[in-house]
């Protein structure tokens, strides 16, 4: 198994620009999430699923969006990115929402807004 | 929302000495976790806590689920080089299905 995989790495854009941070996970988890990390600060939630086709908001959704068609890939848009959008972004995933404590998180993408 | 108060902020410390980092929250988790970030990489799970009171270790790691649901702490003894990294608190409340972070200990052990 790869496990938890995210694309790119690191992505540098221009304010307004838009673009779509990959996330996939080969280990058939129901539940996948999207966080953001920024200096000083915990990771905080932007969006999750909990299955194919189901999609819900965490702490700080605005300025993202989230679709989730196959049970494998829940990739992360931002629409209009603004500089307060440069973060490290990890991708994470679990078997099922109760399951916590098998939560997998990706590498992450490092991500500058200019 | 939550918030998650994680102290110290950072720790130097010299090998071989115990290290003690703490959680406390303004709400009740029914789940504390404790995780490790080392630079460039995902937070890793150390230790998940399940029930109030609870007393689980790892190797070295030892964490406590406070009996008021509201704290958590994490002791690592006998500290060693690659212990260095971010530490961070999570806890999880039973209506919720998000998780909430604590800010992170950075901790460095000076050979």
């Known amino acids: 198994n790869a496990g938890v995989t995210q694309t790119p790495k690191f992505q540098v854009l221009k304010t307004g620009q838009s673009m779509t941070l990959q996330c996939a996970q080969d280990m058939n988890h129901e539940y996948m999430s999207w966080y953001r990390q920024d200096p000083g600060m915990g990771l905080r939630l932007i969006h999750y699923s909990v299955g194919a086709g189901i999609t819900d908001q965490g702490e700080v959704p605005n300025g993202y969006n989230v679709s989730r068609s196959t049970t494998e890939d829940f990739p992360l848009r931002l629409l209009s990115a603004a500089p307060s959008q440069t973060s490290v972004y990890f991708c994470?995933?679990?078997?099922?929402?109760?399951?916590?404590?098998?939560?997998?998180f990706g590498p992450g993408t490092r991500l500058t807004v200019t | 929302g939550q918030q998650l108060n994680q102290s110290p902020q950072s720790m130097f410390i010299q090998e071989g000495e115990d290290v003690s980092m703490n959680c406390t929250s303004s709400?009740?988790?029914?789940?504390w976790l404790w995780y490790k970030q080392d630079p460039g990489e995902g937070p890793v799970l150390l230790i998940a806590l399940y029930k109030a009171g609870e007393l689980t270790s790892n190797g070295r790691l030892t964490a406590q689920f406070g009996i008021t649901r509201k704290d958590s702490f994490l002791n690592i003894s006998a500290s060693i080089p690659s212990d260095v990294g971010i530490y961070f608190c999570?806890?999880?409340?039973?209506?919720?299905?998000?998780?909430?972070f604590g800010a992170g200990t950075r901790l460095t052990v000076k050979p």
């Open positions: 999570a806890g999880r409340s039973y209506n919720n299905n998000d998780m909430r």
């Open positions: 709400s009740i988790f029914n789940t």
């Open positions: 994470a995933s679990t078997p099922h929402r109760d399951r916590v404590d098998e939560q997998y």
